[in-house]
């Protein structure tokens, strides 16, 4: 266990590394995020009303930390798929290294980046006056519910980062983060959409996180009294706790049949 730790931390500080290397992916990542604030909340925010009033402000902003988890997985596929197409993965495979290492170094290292992007969309909503009407332990919470899904989507990029041949399969999954993100209960109130596709928002796991979200923090939420909205804090912990459930071990199957 102990060496397991220590060859995930060497791996984890080299795509660290590669990231402090490459300022401008920093600078889209952390600008990105904003922009979408940016150009949700005030170019057509105003146009968007919230079921049962409120700010749209303080509507939107639990649903864009949710959507900051969402982007930049299709990086980490891009990322685990170049390393295996360099023959890097296999250099990694044939040294007495712990087999866990990569993936957990690679996700260790794309955690570090998320809460990078978390933080500074947290600043921007703050100044852009969005903020959390419960109390530290609410909002810390709520935070901790936004990482654990970005870690659950996390190995569903390192799965498909494995399985994908091309980087053009891995440009036409990345298309599917917006649609993804738009069919959830993000940017809009299901209860506006149509019967089944209101249903199917609803389901998005990305809704339980973003309603749980406005729950912790205290903002305005969609006021929706189906069983999925009321019980929203516990399917933020129960669908990233699946998802990890279900890739993690394709990942890890994956990762030790490469080259077979």
């Given at each position: 266990m102990r060496w397991a730790f220590a060859d995930g931390w060497t791996v984890t500080r080299r795509f660290l590394i590669h990231l402090v290397r490459q300022p401008a992916q920093?600078?889209?990542?952390?600008?990105f995020p904003i922009l979408m604030v940016l150009m949700f909340g005030y170019l057509v925010g105003g146009a968007i009303g919230v079921p049962g009033g409120g700010d749209y402000i303080e509507f939107l902003m639990p649903g864009m930390f949710t959507m900051t988890m969402l982007f930049g997985v299709s990086s980490t596929m891009l990322a685990v798929r170049t390393d295996a197409a360099n023959g890097v993965t296999d250099?990694?495979?044939s040294m007495p290294m712990s087999p866990s290492a990569v993936l957990v170094g690679r996700c260790a290292a794309d955690m570090f980046g998320s809460t990078l992007a978390l933080a500074s969309?947290?600043?921007?909503?703050?100044?852009?006056g969005w903020q959390s009407r419960a109390g530290i332990g609410a909002t810390l919470l709520a935070f901790a519910l936004l990482l654990l899904l970005r870690f659950a989507l996390l190995w569903i990029g390192i799965h498909?980062?494995?399985?994908?041949?091309?980087?053009?399969?891995?440009s036409a999954v990345q298309t599917l983060e917006f649609p993804i993100g738009f069919l959830s209960a993000i940017f809009v109130a299901p209860s506006t959409m149509p019967g089944w596709l209101g249903v199917?928002?609803?389901?998005n796991p990305l809704s339980a996180t973003a309603t749980a979200a406005r729950e912790l923090f205290g903002n305005a939420g969609w006021g929706s009294d189906s069983w999925i909205a009321s019980n929203s804090v516990l399917m933020a912990i129960v669908w990233p706790l699946l998802i990890v459930a279900v890739f993690f071990p394709l990942a890890?199957?994956?990762?030790?049949?490469?080259?077979?």
């Open positions: 920093v600078a889209v990542l952390v600008a250099r990694f495979r969309i947290t600043v921007c909503g703050l100044i852009a498909l980062g494995l399985m994908l041949r091309s980087n053009g399969a891995i199917a928002a609803e389901w890890v199957r994956r990762y030790r049949g490469l080259g077979r």
